[in-house]
Structures are given as structure tokens and as C-alpha cells.
């Protein structure tokens, strides 16, 4: 079945510094990606969604210069948070789906910012 | 291996009829059951929580049900709407080593027509 790859599945930086995340469609063509970020104990929340080849949307209140997306290709899709801080510690994780099929989801990337 | 599995990948039903998605899983050390739905490029939205002594429970008109013995969960839509039409994603957290993880099905697609 369809995968979708995330990557790394935890990271640790320090304050200041940028990571960048990776969500790979392993088999199928990603048409739109999503990326969402999820606090303890509270649900996914939809960051942005990008389109193969074009500027991200981005959900009120997310700074599209701080959570930088790029979706080059049709299978790639990353993420870089900029200049860290403690507060953007969290899970994030992507989705992709290929036109309207069911979106396939990573397993998600542990954020910690110390 | 910790998996997900979601049936039917699709389905289609008349306004007015119920309908249950089936949702069985592998995951373990378990900690809790999500259902969310997702209408088309949105992000999911949290329908029930299970946790493992709960069998059963309610949302306006969707019930999830949660046999923890044979790790299996359902939800049931009464009395279809069009808006009912969506993604439904169950998602199971399992403790880990590093903390919680996610584990996501690939949902069903539900289609309600008049």
C-alpha cells in the first residue's frame, strides 16, 4: 500500500538553530501535502497544505518565514523551522495524498527545542 | 509491528443511511483511539477518544465502539448527511520508548449522496 515517509522521527536541536523535516510519498505521486503540528493531548492541527509546484497555504496564525515548506516535487515535501525556540517543541507530522485518494500519513517527527 | 488498518477504503451510502467503518490494530503497549474526520484539503478533526476500559461512545450521531481484547474498534454514522461526507481516520497512540507515538490507518473514504 501507499507509504508515506517521515524523516527524522525525533530530533533535538538547540535554540537558534534551523531542522528541517522530510515527508517522502514512496510509491505514489503527492499532488497536495500537508503538514500538521500536535501538542500533548490535543488533536492534529493543520499547519499548511502545499501543491506540487507552488506557494504553501498556510492556517491563520502559523508564520509562513518561521515554518518554511517547500514541495519541489511530486514525491518530496519538506519542512524547516527556523531559529528554533523551546516553544515550537512539538509533533509534527505530514500527510500527502495523490488528487482525492485517502491521504496516507508519516509517523510523525518529535520536535525538542532546548 | 504496529499497524492500522482501516475498512472499507471507500464507501458509498444514501442520505439517511447508517453506516460503520471498521478500524482493527496491532498496536501495542495501546493508549488510546482517535476517529477523525477530514473533509477534502482540511485537516482532521477529532471525532471520539478511546481509551482502553471505554467500549463505548457518543458524538451527535456517531458512536465509536472499542473491544480492547480484540483490538478493534468501529464508528457508526445514524441518519447519513451530505456533510458526513469526508476521510474518517482512526489513529491509535502506543506507548514507545521515546514517549507516545501515533499510529495512523489510511482511512475511508465516505461518500453520502442524495
Known amino acids: 500500500g501507499a507509504v508515506v515517509s517521515q524523516h527524522p522521527s525525533w530530533v533535538i536541536c538547540k535554540s537558534g538553530t534551523s531542522v528541517k523535516i522530510e515527508c517522502r510519498s514512496l510509491?505514489?505521486?503527492?499532488?497536495?501535502m500537508f503538514w500538521y503540528r500536535q501538542f500533548p493531548k490535543q488533536s492534529l492541527m493543520l499547519m499548511a497544505t502545499?501543491?506540487?509546484?507552488?506557494?504553501?497555504?498556510?492556517e491563520q496564525g502559523v508564520e509562513k518565514d518561521k515554518f518554511l515548506i517547500n514541495h519541489a516535487s511530486l514525491t518530496l515535501s519538506t519542512l524547516t523551522v527556523t531559529s528554533a525556540h523551546p516553544e515550537d517543541s512539538s509533533f509534527y507530522i505530514c500527510s500527502a495524498r495523490q488528487d482525492y485518494s485517502p491521504l496516507h500519513f508519516g509517523n510523525g517527527t518529535r520536535l525538542t527545542v532546548t | 509491528k504496529n499497524q492500522v488498518e482501516q475498512s472499507p477504503q471507500s464507501l458509498i451510502i444514501l442520505e439517511g443511511k447508517n453506516c460503520t467503518l471498521q478500524c482493527n490494530y496491532t498496536v501495542s503497549p495501546f493508549s488510546n483511539l482517535r476517529w477523525y474526520k477530514q473533509d477534502t484539503g482540511r485537516g482532521p478533526v477529532s471525532l471520539t477518544i478511546m481509551t482502553f476500559s471505554e467500549n463505548t461512545k457518543s458524538n451527535g450521531r456517531y458512536t465509536a465502539t472499542l473491544d480492547a481484547d480484540t483490538k478493534q474498534s468501529s464508528l457508526h454514522i445514524t441518519a447519513s448527511q451530505l456533510s458526513d461526507s469526508a476521510s474518517y481516520i482512526c489513529v491509535v497512540r502506543c506507548l514507545g520508548e521515546y514517549g507516545n507515538k501515533l499510529v495512523f490507518g489510511s482511512g475511508t473514504i465516505l461518500r453520502v449522496k442524495s
Open positions: 510509491d505514489f505521486q503527492a499532488t497536495t
Open positions: 502545499s501543491n506540487e509546484g507552488s506557494k504553501a497555504t498556510y
